[in-house]
Nanobody, 119 residues
């Protein structure tokens, strides 16, 4: 069982990045039954929820990214995405993806990917 996040990097303020998180392993054969989320942990701060998408593709965002970030999922590819536009220096963080089975509530975390936004 593995979640692999990628797509991070260094970008100038106002720029865009697209993060992807691909799931693999026996548990993710039924990927469509997982609620998915992107979290981030800025330097010296606690991890926080950025965006979430449920099994029926209902989305939710933390206030600071509304209108700038978009979460989406492709169940055929076992992948969740985070499109990040109009990036700000305060978006700098390690970004993590999380998958939670909607019935058992078993949770899996991916390894983080660093996003750095320069001013």
């Amino acid at each position: 069982v593995q979640l692999q996040a990628f797509g991070g990097g260094l970008v100038q303020g106002g720029g865009s990045l697209r993060l992807s998180c691909a799931a693999s392993g026996a548990m993710f054969i039924m990927f469509r039954y997982f609620d998915l989320g992107w979290y981030r942990q800025p330097p010296g701060k606690e991890r926080e929820l950025v965006a979430a998408i449920t099994t029926d593709s209902t989305t939710d965002y933390t206030d600071s990214v509304k209108g700038r970030f978009t979460i989406s999922r492709d169940n055929a590819k076992n992948t969740v995405y985070l499109q990040m536009n109009s990036l700000k220096p305060e978006d700098t963080a390690v970004y993590y993806c999380k998958a939670t089975h909607d019935i058992t509530r078993t949770t899996y975390w991916g390894k983080g990917t660093q996003v750095t936004v320069s001013s």
